[in-house]
Nanobody, 127 residues
Framework: VQLQASGGGSVQAGGSLRLSCAASGRSFSGAGMGWFRQAPGKEREFVSFIRGDGSRTYYDDSVKRRFTISRNNAENTVYLQMDSLKPEDTAVYYC?????????????????????WGQGTLVTVSS
C-alpha cells in the first residue's frame, strides 16, 4: 500500500482541519489505518486508528472527543477530522497502514506494527 497524506495547514486555536490519506495498491479494506504525529524535538506518537472494516476506532487520550477518524474503502481513503485544535496539536501528521490481521492480536499504538507510511503533512495551530 502506498500512502499520500494531505490537508495540513495553519489554523488558530479552536479551529478545525481535515486530513486525508489516499492509498493505492491492493487490499486497502484489509489494512488497519493509523495516524501518528511528530512535534518538533519530540518522538513520533500515536493519534488514532481504524480497523479495515471501520468497525472499531482508537484514540490517544489527548485527542479524544476532538478528533474523529473515518474511512471510505470505496475511495481508498482514510480521514482525520480535527476539531477544537490546540497549539499542542502542532506537528507533522503521518498516516500509516498495516495488515488488519496484525491488529487482531496486538494494539495499534506502536508504530512498529505498521508496514507503510505516508510522507506527512504539517499542521500548525497558533494561539
Amino acid at each position: 500500500v502506498q500512502l499520500q497524506a494531505s490537508g495540513g495547514g495553519s489554523v488558530q486555536a479552536g479551529g478545525s482541519l481535515r486530513l486525508s490519506c489516499a492509498a493505492s495498491g491492493r487490499s486497502f479494506s484489509g489494512a488497519g489505518m493509523g495516524w501518528f504525529r511528530q512535534a518538533p524535538g519530540k518522538e513520533r506518537e500515536f493519534v488514532s486508528f481504524i480497523r479495515g472494516d471501520g468497525s472499531r476506532t482508537y484514540y490517544d487520550d489527548s485527542v479524544k472527543r476532538r478528533f474523529t477518524i473515518s474511512r471510505n474503502n470505496a475511495e481508498n481513503t482514510v480521514y482525520l477530522q480535527m476539531d477544537s485544535l490546540k497549539p499542542e496539536d502542532t506537528a507533522v501528521y503521518y498516516c500509516a497502514a498495516g495488515p488488519s490481521s496484525t491488529f487482531d492480536a496486538t494494539s495499534p499504538y506502536s508504530d512498529r506494527r505498521y508496514t507503510s507510511w505516508g510522507q506527512g503533512t504539517l499542521v500548525t495551530v497558533s494561539s
